[in-house]
């Protein structure tokens, strides 16, 4: 959906999961027969909040020499936003911040692309990055 939106689509999801009511169809409800949601309804819930943060790259996975391409997605009216991007190990603990401050987000419906970075050199394992926005 993050990729979708960075193109100009509204949103759309498309055969969330398998299975489930409409099984055999590309009509996949966000929620299973029994009302459970599936993935995709959370994916849901995270995109059409009013503003929020990722990166601008789709991958699912960095390497040591990718940079974070950070942007805000904004839908509703023009606000100013503070944003905190974490390295995290497996853990939770932090590993490195970077953090843009006052940030000027358009009205509407938005995507403003941040410069990109770097974290610091870290040794080989599994990290998480995790993107706050502050009002």
Same mark, same amino acid.
């Given at each position: @959906?993050?990729?979708?939106?960075?193109?100009?689509y &509204?949103? #759309?999801?498309?055969?969330? !999961?398998?299975?489930?009511? *409409? @099984?055999?169809?590309y009509?996949?409800p966000?929620? &299973?027969? #029994?009302?459970?949601?599936k !993935?995709?309804?959370y994916? *849901?819930?995270?995109?059409?909040?009013?503003v929020w943060?990722?990166?601008?790259?789709?991958?699912?996975?960095?390497?040591?020499g990718?940079?974070?391409a950070?942007?805000l997605?904004?839908?509703?009216?023009?606000?100013?936003?503070?944003?905190?991007?974490?390295?995290?190990?497996?853990?939770?603990?932090?590993?490195?911040?970077k953090?843009?401050?006052?940030i000027q987000?358009?009205?509407g419906?938005?995507?403003?692309?941040?410069?990109?970075?770097?974290?610091?050199?870290v040794?080989?394992?599994?990290?998480?990055?995790?993107?706050?926005?502050?009002?």
């Amino acid at each position: @959906m993050k990729k979708q939106i960075l193109i100009g689509y &509204d949103g #759309f999801s498309w055969c969330s !999961l398998e299975s489930g009511s *409409n @099984m055999f169809t590309y009509q996949k409800p966000l929620t &299973d027969p #029994f009302g459970v949601p599936k !993935l995709a309804y959370y994916a *849901n819930q995270s995109v059409f909040k009013p503003v929020w943060a990722g990166s601008g790259n789709v991958d699912v996975v960095y390497g040591p020499g990718d940079r974070i391409a950070p942007v805000l997605f904004n839908l509703g009216q023009p606000r100013t936003v503070d944003l905190t991007i974490e390295l995290k190990n497996d853990k939770g603990k932090r590993i490195d911040r970077k953090v843009f401050k006052n940030i000027q987000v358009d009205g509407g419906r938005t995507v403003l692309k941040l410069d990109g970075f770097r974290f610091k050199t870290v040794p080989d394992g599994c990290y998480f990055i995790m993107y706050t926005v502050k009002e």
